[in-house]
């Protein structure tokens, strides 16, 4: 099924740790996104890559990298992980600036001890 | 204070009733605004957009917009038990590209 493919859907990590979640979409989508969700705090904006070869800090970045491979790939990377990044992780994409809502994938859910 | 402001809720309300799920925002810049629903466990599925003052209807779902107001409704008729979810306003603030979330909804649907 065309969409967003998220890797992996569940992982444990020890503190200090380090990681790569993994996104795809196959919809030619020019912009994508990675976002936690935590409860009470909604969903909120670690990264996003408005276009292939650019990317920006979005509202919550201390702790994390990002790759855009690719038109397709972008990957959220922790270095170094903490509890506090405990979360359930979702990337999304979009066709880009403009009236365009997201389409979110399945989701990583991480937890950090 | 959140860019996107939700009532947390839970909403309840019986079978077969209209359900009204409320959103205020505060960057008078945003242009295009979006309800999403979310199963537990699961993630955000897009069920309607909205850019221009007033009503836009998508079958049992109505999307209100106010600019003035700056303020989005999402309404949903004959309110079934599967409309049970948490549900998720967005709007385009700042960069064109980014939506800001609010907090959701739990919509909490009765036999």
């Known amino acids: 099924n065309a969409g967003v493919t998220q890797t992996p859907k569940f992982q444990v990590l020890k503190t200090g740790q380090s990681m790569t979640l993994q996104c795809a979409q196959d919809?030619?989508?020019?912009?994508m996104y990675w976002y936690r969700q935590d409860p009470g705090m909604g969903l909120r904006l670690i990264y996003y890559s408005a276009s292939e070869g650019t990317t920006d800090k979005g509202e919550v970045p201390n702790g994390y990298n990002v790759s855009r491979l690719n038109k397709r790939e972008f990957s959220l990377r922790l270095e170094s992980a903490a509890p506090s990044q405990t979360s359930v992780y979702f990337c999304?994409?979009?066709?880009?600036?403009?009236?365009?809502?997201?389409?979110f994938g399945s989701g990583t859910r991480l937890t950090v001890v | 204070q959140k860019e996107v402001e939700q009532n947390s809720g839970p909403l309840s309300v019986p079978e077969g009733a209209i359900a009204s799920l409320n959103c205020t925002y505060s960057?008078?810049?945003?242009?295009?605004f979006f309800w999403y629903r979310q199963y537990s466990g699961k993630s955000p599925e897009l069920i309607m957009s909205?850019?221009?003052?007033g009503d836009k209807e998508d079958g049992r779902f109505t999307a209100q917009l106010n600019k003035a107001s700056q303020y989005v409704s999402l309404l949903i008729r004959d309110s079934q038990p599967s409309d049970s979810a948490t549900y998720l306003c967005?709007?385009?603030?700042?960069?064109?590209?980014?939506?800001?979330f609010g907090t959701g909804t739990r919509l909490q649907v009765t036999l």
């Open positions: 960057d008078r810049g945003s242009q295009s």
């Open positions: 967005a709007g385009n603030t700042g960069t064109a590209s980014k939506l800001t």
């Open positions: 999304a994409s979009s066709e880009g600036a403009g009236p365009y809502g997201y389409t």
């Open positions: 919809m030619n989508h020019n912009s």
């Open positions: 909205i850019y221009s003052n």
